[in-house]
């Protein structure tokens, strides 16, 4: 049974509107309870592999000051070089190809440097 909510009559069934005062009857139905939906944020994806951006600038540091022990050619992943500059560093000869290359990454233009050495 359902009642007027204005006036509190009691409503016929299947009234519209409230006999007593006009008023639209409210069914009192048992409403479908919205279906939650649990929206699942998809985190973006995110990439396995990290591009990894070498930096000339690093790069040429690490030459300049630590070329001598191959500094540089572990940092863009030549360590098959840098062990060589590391074993021979007393020799002097790392030190002068450290020279050769801080030129020659020096003269790479950068496009072809993140070519070369980004993952
Ligand atoms: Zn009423």
Redesign the pocket.
């Known amino acids: 049974m359902s009642y007027?909510v204005?006036?509190g009559?009691e409503l016929e069934s299947g009234a519209k509107f409230?006999t007593?005062?006009g008023?639209p009857a409210i069914i009192n139905q048992v409403q479908n309870t919205p279906q939650q939906t649990v929206v699942y944020v998809q985190a973006p994806q995110q990439d396995i592999y990290v591009h990894e951006r070498k930096s000339k600038g690093l790069a040429l540091t690490l030459c300049f000051f630590l070329g001598w022990m191959g500094a540089h050619e572990f940092y863009l992943r030549k360590y098959f070089w840098g062990s060589l500059y590391l074993i021979f560093c007393w020799t002097f000869i790392p030190l002068l190809l450290s020279i050769v290359d801080f030129i020659l990454i020096f003269l790479t233009p950068k496009k072809i440097f993140h070519k070369m050495y980004d993952k």
């Open positions: 007027c204005n006036c009559k409230c007593n005062c008023h």
